[in-house]
């Protein structure tokens, strides 16, 4: 299995200000993604993470709102930028572990609360 | 598209007693069917998986079943015990990439 450590637990942070998310894996893995979970809603997939090139985003997502970083095959970094209180969420790493027949595995996640 | 639908909660339920969390799903062609739990605290697990249809997955007392021809995948469980109070996802893989749809997840709360 990949264990997955991710940082930081919960924040509260002021509208406006920018916050970034680590999330350490203690094995290579190739493929990185990051999701949010809004209050009362499934986790929506914001991007993946690929190693030394920019990431992939999803419909609604931008690079200048969520840059993220993934200078190796073990950390990945999602920054929230300009945040408004919209971007209260749960925001999750997940990782594809191709090792094992398991698909994905999850942080315990960052749960974000903007005022 | 792809989507999953899930049984709305919280479902709260005495300890022992039987329990149902409905997911029905839409797809194109032969995805792969999960259910993650988040227990208190923590991040999701996956509970079980099925890849094709009429597989039944299970674990830890846990079951579901690939239906296609009802397009669902219910998590069934005979008796359920305090720790297993948690939020599950029902969620699907599509056949082409690594995109994964959730379902908006199901509060269970097992009381003694």
């Known amino acids: 299995s990949a264990v997955i450590s991710q940082k930081p637990s919960r924040d509260i942070c002021q509208r406006g200000t920018s916050l970034t998310i680590q999330c350490q894996v203690d094995?290579?893995?190739?493929?990185m993604f990051w999701y949010r979970q809004q209050p009362g809603q499934s986790l929506t997939l914001i991007a993946t993470?690929?190693?030394?090139?920019?990431?992939?985003?999803e419909s609604g997502f931008v690079i200048d709102k969520f840059p993220i970083s993934r200078p190796n095959l073990t950390f990945s970094t999602l920054t929230v930028s300009n945040m408004s209180p919209e971007d209260s969420s749960i925001y999750l790493c997940?990782?594809?572990?191709?090792?094992?027949?398991?698909?994905?595995?999850f942080g315990s996640g960052t749960q974000l609360s903007v005022l | 598209g792809n989507s999953v639908t899930q049984m709305e909660g919280p479902v709260t339920l005495s300890e022992e007693a039987f329990l149902t969390i409905n997911c029905t799903y839409t797809?194109?062609?032969?995805?792969?069917l999960f259910w993650y739990v988040q227990y208190p605290g923590e991040g999701l697990q996956l509970l079980l998986k099925?890849?094709?249809?009429?597989d039944k997955g299970s674990n830890k007392g846990f079951e579901a079943t690939y239906r296609k021809e009802t397009t669902s995948f219910h998590l069934e469980k005979g008796s359920v015990q305090v720790s297993d109070s948690a939020v599950y996802f029902c969620?699907?893989?599509?056949?082409?990439?690594?995109?994964?749809?959730f379902g908006t997840g199901t509060s269970l709360t097992v009381i003694p």
């Open positions: 969620a699907l893989s599509g056949n082409t990439g690594n995109q994964f749809y």
């Open positions: 993470a690929n190693q030394g090139s920019e990431a992939t985003y």
């Open positions: 797809a194109t062609g032969y995805p792969s």
């Open positions: 099925a890849t094709k249809a009429d």
């Open positions: 094995s290579q893995v190739t493929m």
């Open positions: 997940s990782v594809e572990h191709s090792a094992t027949n398991e698909k994905l595995f």
